[in-house]
């Protein structure tokens, strides 16, 4: 545990699955480079340049939507550090992909569309996460489901292969 969280198996989780996402794009064309000058809070994992685009992308790499079939969206978080603004909110990037780390799914969401849609449709729960340093706050618990029904907001989906995840999958019960 660094900095009294369990940053250990959840980092090398989400830096494998950031990892699987850029070489989806890689696969797909698209040149892929880290942000130059960017900030960790503008939470961009990097740029994906190609097909006349240039998207900023930031991953989400989740051990239990394959369970709950939920997306979790922190609207803000408080650990012994203190409180943090979650990531939709202080975010920068264009297309948030969320991949679930067992099946292998990853859904691209449009950022705004998706901002602007949780706080218009969507109520923030409490939840408190005994496995990073218990922390508290709010999250928005929505649906994969009616995400990708509402208009405008999943560009669609794709899979790749997550078996060099599942070493690194906690099996731990789901906070939320």
């Known amino acids: 545990m660094a900095n009294g969280r369990n940053d250990c198996g959840t980092r090398a989780l989400g830096e494998r699955g950031k990892e699987l996402v850029e070489d989806l ?11 130059y000058m960017a900030n960790a809070g503008d939470f961009i994992d990097f740029i994906a340049t190609g097909h006349n685009a240039q998207v900023k992308v930031f991953v989400r790499t989740d051990t239990r939507i394959c369970v709950s079939d939920n ?8 650990r012994a550090s203190g409180p943090e603004i979650g990531w939709l909110f202080k975010g920068r990037a264009d297309l948030l992909c ?46 994969v489901h009616e995400l990708m029904k509402a208009g405008g907001l ?23």
Request: aromatic share 14%.
């Open 25 to 35: 794009f890689r696969h797909n064309g698209y040149l892929v480079q880290k942000p």
């Open 71 to 78: 997306v979790v969206i922190e609207r803000f978080t408080h």
């Open 98 to 143: 969320y991949l679930d780390a067992h099946k292998g799914t990853v859904y691209f969401f449009d950022w705004r569309a998706l901002k602007d849609y949780v706080t218009t449709h969507c109520k923030a729960r409490p939840f408190r996460n005994p496995y990073d340093d218990n922390a508290t706050g709010d999250a928005y618990i929505v649906s």
């Open 154 to 176: 999943c560009s669609g989906t794709c899979h790749v292969n997550v078996s060099a995840l599942q070493a690194l999958a906690p099996n731990q019960p789901a906070p939320f």
